[in-house]
């Protein structure tokens, strides 16, 4: 197929880490793409399922190198590639051989089929903005879907007070609060009673979790605002935890606060032309 035009010759893959049943997905779309002509890197996870040797060591450097990455698995697994690749300008495209698939939406029967008319340039471009998480100067962590503030190892509620743009909001007493980006608003927040944010809102969600007290409502703010979160009253900080996309932690310590902002740079992700965000809501 040495006729085939893409404006896309180098290809990434991901796969969900520690799951050997992909291999064959995987095989089926090295051996498509190396028929197309296109050079393919392999994620070290997606190496591991197809017993090979050769891989990036970093998702960051497999974004530094290809011009599209194709991430294998749940949304899970794109999450975490997504915020290992936020630096680059690298597009994602997402197969769905998880459970859910509101990131990774094309499924493995119509694989071949939407990844030919992508590669063609027959895609809809869906720019999705992360959230930067801070403690202090030496802690870090970006989120896709949510930065969660929520109680450790304690059977109490725990309570904080919540200011945006250096604004006093409140102090609340609960089991914490989610803060949201229009991609997590059918995640976690979801759960917690929150709105569903149509994707390319540029706004953020603050959702408490269990809150002891009736007028304690999710709060949506504009995307380019600055929250800030310190526990307050009798909340001991060694019973209090910071979890991004459900995945990473961070821990405070005396006298800190939690800062949480939009991180400047945005991830590409592209979706079949046919792709319809309220269709998989229904679903």
């Not at 509620?157 to 609340?172: A, L």
């Not at 979801?190 to 709060?219: F, K, Q, T, W, Y």
């Amino acid at each position: 197929m040495s006729d085939f035009q893409t404006r896309f010759q180098h290809i990434g893959l991901i796969a969900k880490p520690g799951d050997s049943s992909l291999a064959p997905v995987l095989d089926k779309l090295r051996r498509f793409l190396a028929d197309m002509g296109l050079n393919v890197s392999l994620a070290r996870s997606a190496a591991l399922a197809l017993d090979q040797k050769d891989y990036l060591p970093s998702k960051a450097e497999l974004a530094r190198v290809c011009d599209l990455t194709i991430v294998v698995g749940g949304d899970g697994t794109f999450l975490n590639a997504a915020r290992e690749m936020a630096e680059e300008n690298t597009p994602l495209v997402g197969i769905n051989l998880g459970r859910l698939g509101f990131l990774v939406d094309i499924s493995p029967e119509r694989m071949l089929e939407a990844l030919t008319a992508i590669l063609q340039g027959d895609y809809i471009e869906d720019r999705r903005f992360l959230l930067e998480a801070r403690i202090g100067e030496e802690q870090r962590q970006l989120a896709l879907n949510d930065v969660v503030l929520h109680k450790w190892n304690t059977a109490r509620m725990i309570e904080f007070e919540t200011r945006i743009n250096g604004q006093f909001v409140d102090s609340q007493r609960s089991d914490g609060i989610i803060i949201s980006t229009p991609t997590g608003s059918t995640a976690y927040a979801l759960s917690g009673g929150g709105p569903l944010l149509e994707p390319s809102l540029d706004a953020i969600a603050l959702v408490p979790i269990c809150p002891h007290r009736l007028s304690n409502r999710p709060i949506v703010v504009h995307g380019d605002s600055e929250i800030c979160i310190e526990t307050s009253g009798r909340t001991d900080f060694n019973h209090v935890r910071i979890t991004c996309d459900g995945q990473s932690s961070l821990t405070l310590n005396e006298g800190d606060r939690l800062v949480v902002r939009k991180y400047p740079k945005p991830i590409r992700l592209f979706h079949p032309v046919n792709h319809d965000h309220f269709d998989l809501l229904r679903a």
